[in-house]
């Protein structure tokens, strides 16, 4: 089977519409459901031919989406493990939010808390009742989808260890996991811990079962399959063993790690960057495995479609009949005539 999705960014919306994303977008529900509203309606009204609407790049799924739920704490997966350890919430009003970096800068393991007493946190009650109040009105006109959660599918999403190390830690962490391996491998196995704390916690609170977790982990095309290997194979593994399974995604060119990736057990899903072989990836994988596929930020932003026309093409071939959906996040500077021809190219395969 092949289809295509795609999702609209914030920096688009703000220019499009005029609205913010300010703290009280992100802390206020009533706020995010009147924004993500005008966003939606925006989308529906202009891209209506088209699988596309507003969400977070690579979470949000629009078959799992309609117009009845609301978002509670939707903030990146690591920004609110970064918050719940101190580091500062920044909302940009016309983009992506972010935190401060370095919040586990020069942390002995030993020191971290309890993943259990992050639960504690101001920034947790805050959520839980933001949910309660929403599952208390008489009416249940809205659902509240929780935090680390991005539609009704029951997917969680995180960050992957390494990545969120890196936030945490910043670049150091490369060098750290040959000259301290161990040191490294205890503090993302606590960050693994973390996120499984976190994600169970919002699962029983909203009443939303996990089916699957998606697991970001941006940052494996910076270092030797090697270190995928030692470090992400087995606490990614730990990961799918407790929440359930693993859809992975690596943004980067991923053909020489793709061999570590099938290591992880649980596995049932990969999500690629646009300049991975896809011929290798279905040589590793099958055919059966559904693989997520990114067109090229520079083919998004041509002139002409016809670089992501060949791109697709070239895809297609690769892909020899897998099971596979084209995906975008619609940003500020492409050219969706781009998108447009993309999405019917695809609409002629079926």
């Known amino acids: 089977m092949i289809k295509i999705s795609g999702t609209i960014s914030k920096a688009w919306m703000a220019e499009a519409l005029g609205v913010i994303f300010d703290r009280e977008y992100y802390l206020n529900p009533d706020i995010r459901y009147l924004v993500d509203s005008l966003c939606n309606e925006y989308a529906l009204e202009h891209f209506g031919d088209m699988r596309l609407f507003y969400s977070e790049s690579n979470l949000g799924q ?11 704490g939707g903030i990146q997966p690591n920004m609110i493990l970064g918050m719940l350890l101190g580091a500062e919430f920044i909302p940009q009003e016309d983009k992506d939010a972010d935190i401060t970096s370095l ?11 309890q993943p259990e007493s992050l639960l504690d946190h101001q920034l947790i009650q805050l959520f839980d009742d933001q949910i309660h ?6 009416d ?6 929780p935090p680390f959660f991005w539609d009704l599918s029951g997917r969680a999403a995180i960050h992957g260890t390494m990545t969120s190390a890196q936030k945490f830690l910043g670049e150091t962490i490369f060098l750290d996991m040959m000259t301290k391996p161990q040191h490294c491998m205890e503090i993302m196995h606590w960050i693994g811990d973390a996120y499984i704390v976190l994600c169970r916690h ?13 697991v970001g982990e941006c940052s494996s095309c910076m270092v030797a399959p090697e270190l995928i290997e030692q470090f992400v194979v087995p606490v990614t593994s730990q990961i ?8 992975l995604h690596s943004c980067g060119p991923s053909t020489n790690h793709l061999e570590a990736f099938s290591k992880i057990t649980h596995l049932k899903s990969i999500d690629l960057g646009g300049d991975t072989s896809l011929k290798k990836a279905r040589q590793i994988f099958g055919y059966e495995m559904l693989i997520s596929i990114s067109p090229l930020p520079s083919d998004l932003s041509a002139e002409t479609a016809e670089p992501i026309l060949r791109w697709a093409k070239h895809i297609l071939q690769e892909n020899n009949g897998g099971n596979l959906e084209f995906i975008y996040h619609l940003d500020a500077g492409y050219n969706i005539d781009n ?12």
Not at 65 to 70: A, E, L, T, V
Not at 202 to 208: C, D, E, V
């Open 202 to 214: 919002f699962s029983k609170t909203a009443g939303l079962p996990i089916t699957e977790v998606h």
């Open 339 to 350: 998108i447009y021809a993309l999405t019917d190219f695809v609409k002629g395969l079926i």
């Open 240 to 247: 799918g063993e407790k929440l359930g399974p693993i859809r």
């Open 133 to 138: 109040q929403f599952q208390s009105t008489s």
């Open 62 to 72: 629009i078959d799992y989406w309609n117009d009845k739920q609301i978002q509670i």
């Open 140 to 145: 249940k006109r809205l659902c509240p989808i």
């Open 103 to 113: 919040c586990l800068a020069g942390i002995n393991p030993d020191d971290l808390p």
